[in-house]
């Protein structure tokens, strides 16, 4: 937070003001006090900020100030597009939307999959001034002619970096391809590393680039450790944890969805109020569970990462990583759930002697020892290795020779063909004719076999 500047400098109007004043903030964060004046100005953006940093509004509002000009939209066209790779993080932006534009006179829709499209499609009738939309439903709406773009102005790509991730680049592709040429883009990501750059090439034009945090590193006011504990004592030792430490609001992480919908299952049988969500969940069960965490009816939320991805929940105050990521990037995403907007926060690992190597790849990746706390009871039998920041280089592999007689991409009765027809495999070595000395060395002795004969 900058305490000698705020919103009022930024160049944003008195009803967004208002908006922002009901919410508590006074101070602009980082991302938004370099981005705003970017998207006020109508140049395009590429801005590398972590969760937790304030980046929605600093897209949301500027984009609502530049909507309060200009022509309303018309029947189903939308003149901002906010593109998001999860329902629960296009919910999210979507809530953003409608907080800071209560004073303003703009229609707005969300779209996700994994609901009727019919209630979508209505909305869309009278056209949106912003459309938050995941890219699968986008492009099902625009095939049935239930959204068009011919009055976009303004396009937000909302967390590139995980739409890479999720397979979305091609639908991404396609949704380009059917906007307008002249528009405004706005390209928000964790990162930026060369296939987010590859997809930029084609996106922004003569972007302002900036990022606030250093490349793949954890909030400062995110307290981190490890408990070592051996694999089949992991959710005894969890909930000996919540039990004995009074947790009340926890986040928990796991790698697959049968594994999150087990441990809901092992921790409301010893009496606690969990729940799972996960891309097998309804969207109903997704957003009834994310509602009741919020108001802090449910205590514990175990989710996998990708369900997760889109969660703001303000002043969470723990993340447990039941079990690592086995991407390193993932657990900076997973730790900044809690920590957010410069509040304190903790993120706890229970780690298994068979993650050693996630946990070196995230040690390695935020260039930090997680520090190690045994709990009595749950000490592990298979203890996990001591890590070390510095890693020996590892060697290129030498490229394997080629089989004698099959050439690459080749096959048996191509290579057979080949020699019918003369082809020299490469690698084969011509055979060298016997010696003229051996051969007459042959004939003597059987002769004197048969001289014996």
Avoid at 189 to 212: C, N
Avoid at 247 to 256: D, E, G, S
Avoid at 270 to 299: D, P, Y
């Amino acid at each position: 937070m900058h305490s000698d500047l705020n919103f009022t400098l930024l160049g944003l109007s008195a009803p967004l003001l208002e908006a922002i004043a009901d919410q508590g903030y006074k101070t602009p964060t980082a991302v938004q006090l370099k981005a705003i004046p970017v998207v006020l100005k109508g140049k395009d953006l590429m801005a590398a900020a972590q969760t937790g940093t304030g980046k929605t509004a600093a897209f949301t509002l500027p984009v609502l100030e530049r909507l309060i000009k200009g022509q309303r939209a018309q029947a189903n066209q939308a003149r901002v597009l906010i593109l998001t790779p999860t329902r629960e993080l296009a919910a999210q932006v979507g809530e953003s939307v409608a907080t800071y534009s209560k004073y303003l006179p703009l229609r707005t829709a969300v779209v996700y999959g994994g609901v009727k499209i019919n209630p979508q499609m209505m909305a869309l009738r009278k056209g949106v001034d912003i459309l938050v939309a995941t890219p699968g439903r986008l492009l099902d709406l625009f095939n049935q002619n239930a959204v068009r773009f011919k009055q976009l102005e303004i396009l937000v790509l909302d967390e590139a970096d995980r739409m890479l991730d999720m397979g979305f680049i091609h639908d991404i592709r396609k949704i380009l391809a059917v906007l307008p040429k002249h528009r405004q883009n706005l390209m928000f990501s964790a990162t930026f590393s060369d296939d987010i750059r590859q997809l930029a090439k084609g996106l922004v034009h003569q972007p302002v680039e900036f990022s606030v945090n250093p490349r793949n590193t954890t909030a400062k006011t995110v307290s981190q450790w490890i408990h070592p504990v051996d694999k089949k004592k992991k959710t005894a030792l969890l909930i000996h944890l919540i039990k004995k430490n009074n947790w009340q609001q926890i986040l928990v992480f796991c790698r697959t969805k049968q594994g999150a919908n087990r441990l809901t299952r092992y921790l409301e049988e010893a009496g606690l109020n969990a729940a799972a969500i996960h891309g097998n969940k309804s969207q109903g069960a997704r957003t009834r569970a994310l509602a009741e965490f919020k108001a802090a009816e449910l205590s514990i939320l175990v989710a996998t990462d990708i369900a997760a991805r889109g969660l703001d929940i303000d002043q969470l105050p723990l993340v447990v990583n039941f079990d690592l990521p086995n991407v390193a990037e993932d657990y900076i995403h997973r730790t900044g759930r809690t920590g957010r907007a410069g509040a304190s926060g903790q993120a706890v690992s229970l780690v298994s002697a068979d993650e050693f190597d996630q946990l070196s790849d995230i040690e390695h990746l935020i260039k930090q020892l997680l520090k190690r706390k045994l709990i009595d009871g749950f000490e592990p039998v298979h203890d996990v290795p001591e890590s070390k920041l510095w890693r020996k280089p590892k060697k290129p592999k030498k490229p394997k020779k080629p089989k004698a007689g099959h050439r690459d991409g080749q096959r048996s009765s191509e290579n057979a063909q080949g020699h019918k027809l003369g082809h020299k495999p490469p690698g084969n070595k011509k055979s060298k004719p016997k010696s003229k000395k051996v051969t007459d060395s042959k004939k003597t002795a059987a002769k004197k076999r048969r001289s014996r004969d």
